[in-house]
């Protein structure tokens, strides 16, 4: 698992890396020593010869991915540093070593200098995923670090990266448990118990991204109907019931959704008559809709997966939030957000202002809203910063 290449950089491309940039492009290489294939670990010296960083080699424009600034084995020892120093952060953050929360994300990529890593913690279960071939690699080195560290406070770790990973093909990695076999599929948030699908769910099984902001829209929901578009487990209805919201409606056009947030609905508020779910299109739904709702909720997939897809999400959060902004009831409370990596928050800010525009409301800017404290961004790396929401407050 230790280098067998070097990385030779052209003259003056060592600068970002002394920043701790954690990438280097290809276009910074200058020549390569050894026969590096793709996921291995290399080291990364400058034209003088200086050492700079040791990671993983990767294919495409982004060469390396760095994973230590200094001379010092990737071991065991290495991985479980990195995820004690993650793991100690959750604990300040207050997401860690709570009775009624039991769920965060301990790592999130380059944000926790551990590029290319995701691990999410629900209960007694760790869900991983790669989004490198080097952290594929190093898969089963990373769980026993985890497993090491969190000791007697996981029974499994369940590996999810069939569909994060690049050249998936050619490593015949498939979704299983690399360690235990998780009974139980309940998790709590803020005290708020939801089943987690991490099997065939999406990313990991669940959104914590959205923790803090479905702890905002709580305050906003007593007596209030609203409308959870794009529910998928329905983290935001269950907080609006908890709210205590006169009438929530969550909407999703995956029936398996529909069935998730109903199950959740039942776990947290059994025989509930306040809450019905509706398996149908976003769009159909608002174009079609009767009740009044008083409080909306839009968190979409991601429009843009790529930048080259910029125009069209642009396009698409906007007639999205003009259909809302019409329909919503005067003195209306709308929550709308984009998790597209793509967009950044002028983009969806001019996006949702152009929405206001079209919809001839006046409308205000109660809150700006992102990604939680458990999902840090890397100052070196903005490009981790995804999650942005704005809370409106609708004439
Ligand atoms: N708000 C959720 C996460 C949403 S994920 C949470 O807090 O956990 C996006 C969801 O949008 C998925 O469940 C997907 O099934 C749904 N979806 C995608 N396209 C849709 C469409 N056109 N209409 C309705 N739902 C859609």
Redesign the pocket.
């Known amino acids: 698992m230790n280098p067998t290449s070097t990385i030779h950089l052209k003259r003056g491309k060592e600068e970002s890396l002394l920043r701790f940039h954690p990438w280097i492009f290809s276009g910074a290489v200058h020549h390569i020593e050894g026969n590096p294939q793709e996921g291995d670990i290399v080291d990364v010296r400058a034209a003088d010869g200086q050492f700079l960083a040791r990671g993983h080699w990767q294919i495409g424009s982004i060469a390396v991915r760095v994973l230590t600034f200094q001379d010092r084995p990737v071991d065991h020892a290495f991985w479980k540093e990195r995820l004690s120093a993650a793991l100690d952060a959750r604990r300040s953050i207050g997401v860690y070593g709570r009775e009624d929360n039991d769920m965060f994300r301990l790592v999130h990529g380059e944000g926790d200098f551990l590029p290319g890593l995701v691990i999410d913690i629900y209960g007694r279960t760790a869900v991983m995923q790669a989004h490198s071939v080097g952290m594929h690699l190093c898969r089963q080195q990373l769980v026993d670090a985890l497993t090491d560290l969190m000791d007697r406070q996981l029974d499994a770790v369940y590996y999810k990266s069939e569909t994060t990973l690049p050249f998936k093909a050619s490593l015949g990695q498939e979704n299983g448990f690399l360690y235990g076999d998780g009974n139980g599929d309940v998790a709590r948030e803020n005290g708020l118990l939801f089943h987690i699908d991490w099997l065939k769910g999406?990313k990991t099984g669940?959104?914590v991204d959205?923790r803090d902001n479905?702890s905002l829209l709580e305050q906003y929901s007593r007596g209030r109907n609203v409308l959870?578009?794009?529910?998928?487990?329905?983290?935001?209805s269950v907080y609006a019931l908890r709210g205590g919201a006169c009438k929530v409606t969550s909407?999703?056009?995956?029936a398996k959704?529909i069935e998730l947030v109903n199950a959740n609905v039942e776990l947290n508020f059994p025989g509930d008559t306040r809450h019905e779910a509706v398996a149908?299109?976003?769009?159909k739904?608002l174009s079609e809709m009767k009740h009044p709702y008083d409080l909306v909720?839009l968190?979409?997939?991601a429009f843009a997966k790529h930048k080259d897809a910029l125009k069209n999400a642009l396009r698409g959060y906007t007639k999205l939030n003009a259909k809302a902004l019409e329909k919503i009831q005067p003195g209306g409370i709308l929550f709308t957000?984009s998790c597209s990596q793509a967009v950044n928050k002028d983009q969806f800010r001019m996006a949702v202002f152009t929405a206001a525009a079209i919809s001839h409301r006046r409308v205000r800017i109660l809150h700006q809203l992102h990604q939680p404290a458990d999902h840090p961004i890397n100052i070196y790396h903005p490009e981790g910063e995804y999650l942005k929401g704005l809370v409106l407050y609708v004439e």
């Not at 529910?231 to 935001?236: A, L, P, R």
């Not at 909407?251 to 995956?254: I, L, P, Y």
């Not at 149908?280 to 769009?283: I, K, N, P, S, V």
Request: net charge negative; hydrophobic share 40%.
């Open positions: 999406q669940f959104f959205q479905r959870n578009m794009f529910c998928y487990t329905g983290g935001f909407v999703d056009s995956s959704a149908e299109d976003a769009f739904f909720i968190d979409p997939p957000f």
